[in-house]
């Protein structure tokens, strides 16, 4: 199980930190894809890391404002969010996989599972 965390209110061009904790595993097996979901549309991929080596990989909408990183000793996986925009308002969600890399970063959410209940981000114009 996951739990996510650290979402809020923000004005625009403002930052936020989600944190992604595992609650009875580590992360250093999986995969860890953060995910988000607007009201009316359908749920994005935002990015993936991978748990053992660090490696990131990002979606459109995160390139260059995003950045993912992990710390296994704490069992947290971190999404920080700069620059952020009213469009990036959503449910932020993370979830794991075991899947080779390279389906990992398809970003597919039919790809990953345990996901967890989301941290609601609300960006102010």
């Known amino acids: 199980q996951v739990v996510e965390s650290g979402g809020g209110l923000v004005q625009a061009g403002g930052s936020l930190r989600l944190s992604c904790v595992a609650s009875?595993?580590?992360?250093?097996?999986?995969?860890i894809g953060w995910f988000r979901q607007a009201p009316g549309k359908e749920i994005e991929g935002v990015g993936c890391?991978?748990?053992?080596?660090?490696?990131?990989y990002y979606g459109n909408s995160a390139k260059g404002r995003f950045t993912m990183s992990i710390d296994n000793a704490k069992k947290k996986v971190y999404l920080q969010m700069n620059d952020l925009k009213p469009e990036d308002t959503a449910v932020y969600y993370c979830?794991?996989?075991?899947?080779?890399?390279?389906?990992?970063?398809?970003?597919?959410?039919?790809?990953?599972?345990?996901r967890g209940q989301g941290t609601q981000v609300t960006v102010s114009s």
């Open positions: 009875d595993f580590t992360f250093e097996d999986y995969n």
């Open positions: 890391i991978d748990g053992k080596d660090g490696d990131t």
């Open positions: 979830a794991t996989n075991t899947l080779p890399w390279r389906l990992a970063t398809t970003l597919s959410p039919a790809n990953f599972g345990s």
